[in-house]
């Protein structure tokens, strides 16, 4: 089946400096990419939807700014975690979507912020 | 926002024992599909059910799907303790955008 990494699985970083995250699909090409959040114990909410060369859509109440995301190519996006806080601590989740609509996830990042 | 709600949250039961979650949803949708998540884990496709197939199974896995309730659930017969994970159902609804909608989940332990 269809791959995506995600890098790196773990980060941790102090309050106020800014993470990114990179998603890749190793084997397909991606016409739309998802940012997912995870909190302990609850499930997956949907940051935003990317598509190859134009601005994220993101979901009500995620703020844009804090959250930049870049779909660069076919086959990767990043997110990047701008002046991480403490409560931004999270496992975050990307998705790739084939052009056939089939979706595969990453195996997730896990964001501490000290 | 969610679109699912699933039920149980939280399910504790003897190995060999079957295990059933629910799902419900609140629109129309093209599929539902489950999910496992192991603890600090990506997910893991398990099944897909079209929104015209009313049962399909996979290995232990039975999932059924009753659109005019809006309810789905999912069956692992002869749970083992490799079981133990959450388990998510995700609705892809075409109103919005065929995105993946997923539930609450429930967080299923087998005990050995």
């Given at each position: 089946?269809?791959?995506?990494?995600?890098?790196?699985?773990?980060?941790?970083?102090?309050?106020?400096?800014?993470?990114?995250?990179?998603?890749?699909?190793?084997?397909?090409?991606?016409?739309?990419?998802?940012?997912?959040?995870?909190?302990?114990?609850?499930?997956?909410?949907?940051?935003?939807?990317?598509?190859?060369?134009?601005?994220?859509?993101?979901?009500?109440?995620?703020?844009?700014?804090?959250?930049?995301?870049?779909?660069?190519?076919?086959?990767?996006?990043?997110?990047?975690?701008?002046?991480?806080?403490?409560?931004?601590?999270?496992?975050?989740?990307?998705?790739?979507?084939?052009?056939?609509?089939?979706?595969?996830?990453?195996?997730?990042?896990?964001?501490?912020?000290? | 926002?969610?679109?699912?709600?699933?039920?149980?949250?939280?399910?504790?039961?003897?190995?060999?024992?079957?295990?059933?979650?629910?799902?419900?949803?609140?629109?129309?949708?093209?599929?539902?599909?489950?999910?496992?998540?192991?603890?600090?884990?990506?997910?893991?496709?398990?099944i897909l059910i079209r929104?015209?197939?009313?049962?399909?199974?996979?290995?232990?896995?039975?999932?059924?799907?009753?659109?005019?309730?809006?309810?789905?659930?999912?069956?692992?017969?002869?749970?083992?303790?490799?079981?133990?994970?959450?388990?998510?159902?995700?609705?892809?609804?075409?109103?919005?955008?065929?995105?993946?909608?997923?539930g609450g989940g429930t967080?299923?332990?087998?005990?050995?």
């Amino acid at each position: 089946g269809a791959v995506v990494s995600q890098h790196p699985s773990r980060v941790i970083c102090k309050s106020g400096t800014s993470v990114k995250i990179e998603c890749r699909s190793l084997d397909f090409q991606a016409t739309t990419m998802f940012w997912y959040r995870q909190f302990p114990k609850q499930s997956l909410m949907l940051m935003a939807t990317s598509n190859e060369g134009s601005k994220a859509t993101y979901e009500q109440g995620v703020e844009k700014d804090k959250f930049l995301i870049n779909h660069a190519s076919l086959t990767l996006s990043t997110l990047t975690v701008t002046s991480a806080h403490p409560e931004d601590s999270s496992f975050y989740i990307c998705s790739a979507r084939t052009a056939n609509g089939e979706q595969y996830f990453g195996p997730g990042t896990r964001l501490t912020v000290t | 926002s969610q679109q699912g709600e699933e039920d149980p949250q939280a399910l504790s039961i003897q190995e060999g024992e079957n295990a059933t979650m629910n799902c419900s949803y609140k629109t129309s949708i093209n599929n539902l599909q489950w999910y496992r998540q192991n603890s600090g884990r990506g997910l893991v496709h398990l099944i897909l059910i079209r929104s015209n197939e009313r049962e399909k199974h996979s290995g232990r896995l039975r999932v059924t799907l009753d659109t005019s309730k809006k309810s789905s659930s999912l069956l692992i017969t002869a749970s083992r303790a490799a079981d133990t994970a959450s388990y998510f159902c995700a609705t892809r609804t075409e109103n919005a955008g065929n995105m993946l909608t997923f539930g609450g989940g429930t967080r299923l332990m087998v005990k050995p």
